[in-house]
C-alpha cells in the first residue's frame, strides 16, 4: 500500500478511535482479500493523525467491518474502540514528509481466526496471517490519495486452458487470473541434420551420419521455438499445382474427345454397306 497522508489535515486524539465513527479518523481505505478456501474478505486501513506527535499518524485495520489488532512490529500503540483495546501501528514521517520505515516494514495482523474475532467462519486457515506492507507513503501537503494498492491473494479458480510458451514451457492458467508451470518440452538437434534417414513423408531418424539428439530448451542458444496451436506452412507451390491441375483437365479432355471421334467413325464405317 501507497499514499499520500495530508501535512495539513487536523489531528485527532488516537484514543478515541472508534471504525464505527467517522469523525474520530481522518482518511480510510479498503481492499478485497481472501482466505485460505478463496472466500473474499474486505479490509480496511484507517488512518488518524495524531494531535500530540508531530509528523505521526496511527493506522488501524478492521476485516469486515471487525477490529483486526496489529501484532508487529513493536511499535505498536492501544487505543480504545467501541470499548475494547484495538491495536494499530504507528506511521511515522520526518520533517519533509518522507517515511520512517521501520527495520520490520510489514504490520502483521492477528490471525483473523482468533477466537472472538469472528471474522473466519467457513472453515477455513485460522491461524492465517495478513501482512500490511506500507510502500513509501509520504506526507505532503495536498490530499489524501492512494497511489498504490494491492494484494496477492486469489479467489478460487477453475482451469481454463493449458498453453505451450515459445520456450515449450507448459503452463495451465486458470478463472482467476492466476497461471501454474507443469512442465517443458524439450527440444533436440542434430550436428549433421542433413545426415538424417527419412523414413516417411514428413519422419526422419538419427543415423550415423546425422549423429545423436542434443537435448535442449527451445528459444536458447541455437534451439528453434515452439509454436502453439500453429499448423506448419506447406511447402507446395500452390501456383504450380493449379498450372498442373489445369494442364491434367485439358490433357482428360483432349482424350475424351479423341475417344469421340474414333466411336463416330467406327460408326460411320458400319454403316457402309
Not at 145 to 161: A, N, P
Not at 190 to 206: C, D, M, V, Y
Amino acid at each position: 500500500m501507497a499514499a499520500n497522508l495530508p501535512a495539513n489535515a487536523t489531528g485527532k486524539t488516537i484514543a478515541n478511535f472508534d471504525l464505527s465513527d467517522p469523525a474520530t479518523y481522518n482518511h480510510s481505505t479498503s481492499i478485497t482479500i481472501y482466505d485460505s478456501l478463496g472466500e473474499a474478505h474486505v479490509q480496511t486501513s484507517y488512518f488518524v493523525k495524531d494531535d500530540t506527535t508531530p509528523n505521526q499518524w496511527a493506522m488501524f485495520t478492521a476485516v469486515d467491518g471487525t477490529k483486526v489488532d496489529a501484532v508487529a512490529p513493536t511499535t505498536n500503540l492501544t487505543a480504545a474502540t467501541a470499548g475494547t483495546a484495538h491495536v494499530g501501528a504507528i506511521v511515522n514521517f520526518n520533517n519533509s514528509g518522507v517515511y520512517q520505515q521501520p527495520a520490520n516494514p510489514d504490520i502483521v495482523l492477528q490471525p483473523l481466526g482468533t477466537p472472538g474475532a469472528g471474522v473466519y467462519s467457513s472453515g477455513a486457515d485460522g491461524t492465517q496471517n495478513v501482512n500490511v506492507r506500507l510502500e513509501n507513503p509520504t506526507q505532503f501537503s495536498s490530499g489524501f490519495e492512494v497511489t498504490s494498492l494491492e494484494q496477492d491473494g486469489l479467489t478460487v479458480g477453475r482451469l481454463t486452458g493449458v498453453e505451450i510458451g515459445p520456450d515449450g514451457l507448459v503452463k495451465a492458467t486458470y478463472s482467476n487470473g492466476s497461471s501454474q508451470p507443469l512442465g517443458r518440452v524439450a527440444m533436440a538437434r542434430f550436428r549433421n541434420e542433413q545426415g538424417l534417414t527419412q523414413i516417411g513423408n514428413t519422419s526422419w531418424k538419427a543415423s550415423q551420419g546425422s549423429g545423436e539428439p542434443l537435448a535442449g530448451e527451445g528459444d536458447s542458444g541455437t534451439f528453434g521455438t515452439i509454436k502453439s496451436a500453429a499448423l506448419e506452412q506447406a511447402n507446395v507451390d500452390l501456383t504450380t499445382e493449379l498450372v498442373d491441375l489445369i494442364a491434367a483437365q485439358r490433357n482428360f479432355q483432349a482424350n475424351s474427345r479423341a475417344l469421340e471421334v474414333n466411336q463416330t467413325l467406327s460408326q460411320t464405317i458400319l454403316q457402309i454397306r
